[in-house]
């Protein structure tokens, strides 16, 4: 079953512009994580944010967690051409080996 | 280091066929982990392994078989393909249990036919 929902499921900016998507979750968690997928490629790993984080910077990425409200958010700022990806958020649900639920993605596009 | 290999890249299959989708990890990882990626979809667990010799079911399981007889190889064999098993497949990996980050291979195209 779907744990992570991610919103929008597209998104369209020019370059420079920020981009913000959102994932929401049913259940409580451990850790929530968001990958990046280029086109016919696998998952990278981006960051990784506790449960008892609320925020969590990278780069130019940053990255919120709402326990509260069972969400997060992913901001890129000054977005490239070379961010254009498929985004996913990923959770899991306890410590020691606990397997990952993956959110359907946010598919970005990043115009010049 | 290679991290995560997979093969074939391509793979297109007659309804019934059998075959094995092989993946290896040369970072000396404990657990491993196969994943099928349909259109529009997020990732969904097929098996996972948290040791060599240790293999359980994930999401969808059905129709998979996995072994994990060495630390580095982890194969996942369709037993009788079905048009519903076309998909990307992914192999993952991590270090142990103290991480759930996990390393992703380039994945596996099957088109079952």
């Known amino acids: 079953s779907q744990q992570g929902e991610e919103d929008p499921q597209a998104l369209s900016i020019q370059e420079g512009e920020n981009a913000t998507m959102n994932c929401s979750y049913k259940?409580?968690?451990?850790?929530l994580q968001w990958y990046r997928q280029n086109s016919g490629r696998g998952l990278v790993h981006l960051i990784l944010i506790r449960s008892n984080e609320r925020e969590k910077h990278s780069g130019r990425l940053r990255v919120t967690l709402d326990t509260s409200k069972k969400s997060s958010s992913l901001l890129i700022t000054a977005s490239r051409a070379a961010d254009t990806a498929s985004y996913f958020c990923?959770?899991?649900?306890?410590?020691?080996?606990?397997?990952?639920?993956f959110g359907k993605g946010t598919m970005l596009l990043v115009s010049p | 280091n290679a991290g995560v290999t997979q093969t074939p890249k391509f793979q297109v299959l007659k309804t019934g066929q059998s075959m094995t989708l092989q993946c290896a990890q040369d970072m000396n990882h404990e657990y491993m982990s196969w994943y099928r990626q349909d259109p529009g979809m997020g990732l969904r667990l097929i098996h996972y392994?948290?040791?060599?010799?240790?293999?359980d079911q994930g999401e969808v399981p059905n129709g998979y078989n996995v072994s994990r007889s060495t630390t580095e190889d982890f194969p996942l064999r369709l037993l009788s393909a079905a048009p519903s098993q076309t998909s990307v497949y992914f192999c993952?990996?991590?270090?142990?249990?103290?991480?759930?980050?996990?390393?992703f291979g380039p994945g596996t195209r099957l088109t079952v036919l």
């Open positions: 993952a990996s991590r270090p142990g249990a103290g991480t759930s980050l996990e390393f």
């Open positions: 259940t409580s968690i451990n850790n």
């Open positions: 990923a959770t899991d649900a306890k410590s020691g080996y606990s397997t990952l639920t």
């Open positions: 392994s948290v040791g060599a010799g240790i293999t």
